[in-house]
């Protein structure tokens, strides 16, 4: 079964500084991955994703994620945080059935920001 | 032009009630989804719908009943409400593999 561990509960940045919130994923396949951002009170905001191809991909808002195999990795970056960054982030894995994608969803990150 | 929406945006209710949320996505899509979200902020996926045929049924108590009259339209219904489904439920659809999530429907049961 595919899993998603997002080992950072809580993060707090400055303004300014870069970010990197971790996520490691486990599925038996060649995965699929996502990153979500959900400020308070919204819903879902799909930020980047993975399919396949070069490994570093780019995102909405100044964000990029890299793809690690040997790693399981897909840790999301961006080189200067903004006030507005402060939300909950989430890592998903998806597994596609033909006609369905069924995502496992990490735990969430909250990134604080301070000014 | 909203592609996933969702009604109501809240629900409050007594338990035991039943109730319903409604989905509607005009993207074209041929799946949808319900998604839990808990207190914790723990998504979890519930059902999912392909052409309004349900194809994805996770562990879920009976209560909950998912419907699509048509593609574009899953409903929610949850019977006799307990203290233990308040969350937030999430509707998205999808084509392939990316999903588009709705604005979510906050449920909270007194």
């Known amino acids: 079964a595919q899993s998603v561990t997002q080992p950072d509960i809580h993060i707090t940045v400055s303004e300014g500084a870069s970010l990197e919130l971790r996520c490691n994923y486990s599925y038996g396949a060649t995965p699929y991955l996502f990153w979500y951002v959900q400020s308070p009170g919204q819903g879902l905001q799909l930020l980047l994703k993975y399919f396949s191809g070069d490994t570093l991909v780019q995102g909405i808002k100044g964000f990029e994620a890299e793809f690690k195999r040997s790693q399981s990795s897909f840790n999301l970056r961006k080189p200067s945080v903004h006030w507005s960054d402060a939300a909950e982030y989430f890592c998903a894995v998806g597994a596609y059935t033909g006609t369905a994608s069924k995502l496992t969803f990490g735990t969430g990150t909250r990134l604080q920001v301070t000014l | 032009d909203t592609a996933v929406s969702q009604t109501p945006k809240y629900l409050v209710t007594q338990m035991g009630n039943d109730k319903s949320i409604k989905c509607e996505q005009n993207?074209?899509?041929?799946?949808m989804y319900w998604y839990k979200q808990d207190s914790k902020k723990f998504l979890k996926i519930m059902f999912s719908?392909?052409?309004?045929?349900?194809?994805i049924n996770e562990t879920v108590p009976n209560r909950f009943s998912p419907k699509s009259p048509d593609k574009a339209h899953l409903n929610l219904h949850i019977n006799s409400l307990e203290l233990g489904d308040s969350a937030v439920y999430f509707c998205?659809?999808?084509?392939?593999?990316?999903?588009?999530f709705g604005p979510g429907t906050r449920l909270t049961v007194l």
């Open positions: 993207l074209g899509h041929d799946t």
């Open positions: 998205a659809s999808s084509q392939v593999r990316e999903q588009f």
């Open positions: 719908y392909n052409n309004k045929e349900l194809i």
